[in-house]
């Protein structure tokens, strides 16, 4: 297939790129590199079946360029913004970056007749809840702007899915460990520790606790889902139904860096506003399809923690 | 209170501004009168607590001034598109004027620290399901940009209210009928008798069945809402849980007009590509809460088709 991976060069969609092109797709990769990276994808620069365009999504003469040179059969969508403390800072952020980009793409898409779509979406869509989290749960709450242009996101992929025949695969992340990450906890607790060996400051009382899933097992697991649902509009919640503590993690990561830090909380049930402190995920829809992720949340942290480390 | 609404001279903006000024609450309308029409209001122009400003929610400049000489209290958003078919031809309309303005409004609100927010939100968010919808239905898939845009305006409108404290309630309206109309099946089938009185064409078999409500009980559920719930965000379904059936309403325009018209429908279970041809509402939250509509479903058609012919 020929296939447009919008942030293809950023932390999750430069593996994805990594699996599409092993697979034999003629993979196009278009990102801004505000928050991508060329050496995330360095390595595919080179093969025939891959091509980096720098641009941005919401460049509409440009990406209409690069749509009718392409002749895509499916879009990957991933480009977004991925920092949540900074949509929360200025709305607009996630306005634009999370948001008008999806619409952006399925206009286009929509133009060009493009009809399979995946969409990157994520646990943040249902807000702060204790209940065990189901792809039909409501009602839909988000706490942070990011969650919001997600969920915005979904809203009008599913009225173009219906309105204009596009096949669609969304899954919903947690939180994404692993390789190459540009931010999150285990990423700022690294930076911190490194700094600072002596003494590690954790946002938050550490009691906060989340599902992880490792990268690699992330990709796998959207290439499992897209390969086995066949309906117009899918949709998946991925990732484990364990969970990691923040204060675990940050017990793991001084054990690796092998050092004897003391841990000061700043106190409070969550690392800052629009942090969602604690959620639960019911991954069974997944399970019954057939996937589920080689390691737990716990494993997941150490491994993505071991290749942070560049272990 | 100082309160802006919105739209406040459309069809159910003007019934909300004529129930606020006799509340005695002063009341500023922006409205760039696209879909608006002056004389929704003009009998409240004269009133020393209604001030009515021809602007464009996205006209940013304007809107500073606004909000800056009006020091409102509370605002009401209704501005939004209305014509569910328009949005589906072209998917800039429901993302410029049902999307784009909700978040227009909210930018304002955090930046002039207004801390209260009615939306006037839809049934159309859930989608096309027989399931009868509470409002923690989900999962939440409109098949038409008029509900994607009042989706993706709920979900930013929660991150907000959660992230910048802003009290909100958000009321999900079915079909809404009553004095000053400009579409729908009840305005359709009037103009349409008018035109030609022999013979009546019903968009789809005439078997789509949804929940209707007079619009001036309408307001009055949103007035009951908004005085008797205190969460900083309160979701209500607000209608009736009885329904009628579109050949219903056709019998009953033509009964009311005198005629004895034929009736030709056109086939296929659905009116327009994004229509929903049937839902229901549970109401239970806001009955619980002490309120129902005084017209059920047939009594709130029967009466729109009378105010609509000038009875």
Same mark, same amino acid.
């Given at each position: 297939?020929?296939?447009?991976?919008?942030?293809?060069?950023?932390?999750?969609?430069?593996?994805?790129?990594?699996?599409?092109?092993?697979?034999?797709?003629?993979?196009?990769?278009?990102?801004?590199?505000?928050? &991508? !990276?060329?050496?995330?994808?360095? =390595? #595919?620069?080179?093969?025939?079946?891959?091509?980096?365009?720098?641009? /941005?999504? @919401?460049?509409?003469?440009?990406?209409?360029?690069?749509?009718?040179? &392409? !002749?895509?059969?499916?879009?990957? =969508? #991933?480009?977004?913004?991925?920092?949540?403390?900074?949509?929360?800072? /200025?709305? @607009?952020?996630?306005?634009?970056?999370?948001?008008?980009?999806?619409?952006?793409?399925?206009?286009?898409?929509?133009?060009?007749?493009?009809?399979?779509?995946?969409?990157a979406s994520t646990s943040a869509i249902y807000g702060e809840t204790s209940d065990c989290l189901t792809e039909n749960y409501g009602p839909l709450q988000p706490v942070s702007n990011y969650g919001a242009g997600k969920l915005a996101s979904e809203a009008f992929i599913s009225a173009f899915s219906s309105t204009y025949g596009i096949q669609t695969w969304i899954t919903r992340f947690p939180n994404v460990v692993g390789e190459r990450f540009t931010h999150g906890v285990i990423f700022d607790f690294i930076k911190k520790l490194r700094a600072n060996p002596a003494e590690l400051e954790?946002?938050?009382?550490?009691?906060?606790?989340?599902?992880?899933?490792?990268?690699?097992?992330?990709?796998?697991?959207?290439?499992?889902v897209i390969a086995n649902s066949h309906d117009r509009f899918n949709v998946y919640n991925l990732g484990s139904d364990s969970r990691t503590k923040v204060k675990e993690i940050a017990a793991m990561v001084i054990e690796e860096m092998g050092l004897d830090a003391a841990i000061r909380y700043?106190?409070?049930?969550?690392?800052?506003?629009?942090?969602?402190?604690?959620f639960r995920y019911d991954l069974s829809k997944v399970n019954a399809l057939g996937w589920s992720a080689p390691h737990d949340s716990n494993a997941s942290v150490r491994l993505a923690i071991q290749k942070g480390l560049g272990k």
């Open positions: 297939m020929n296939i447009l991976v919008t942030g293809g060069a950023g932390f999750i969609g430069s593996h994805l790129c990594d699996s599409l092109t092993a697979a034999g797709h003629n993979v196009t990769v278009v990102d801004n590199l505000v928050l &991508g !990276k060329v050496e995330n994808i360095s =390595h #595919l620069l080179d093969k025939d079946n891959f091509k980096f365009i720098e641009a /941005d999504i @919401l460049d509409t003469p440009v990406m209409e360029g690069v749509f009718r040179e &392409g !002749k895509f059969d499916m879009v990957y =969508h #991933l480009a977004a913004n991925s920092d949540i403390q900074k949509g929360g800072r /200025d709305p @607009l952020v996630d306005y634009t970056l999370t948001f008008n980009t999806t619409f952006a793409v399925l206009q286009l898409m929509k133009e060009h007749e493009v009809k399979k779509l995946f969409f954790v946002l938050g009382n550490g009691e906060q606790c989340k599902p992880y899933v490792y990268v690699k097992d992330l990709i796998d697991g959207i290439n499992f700043t106190g409070g049930d969550r690392g800052w506003v629009g942090d969602v402190p604690e």
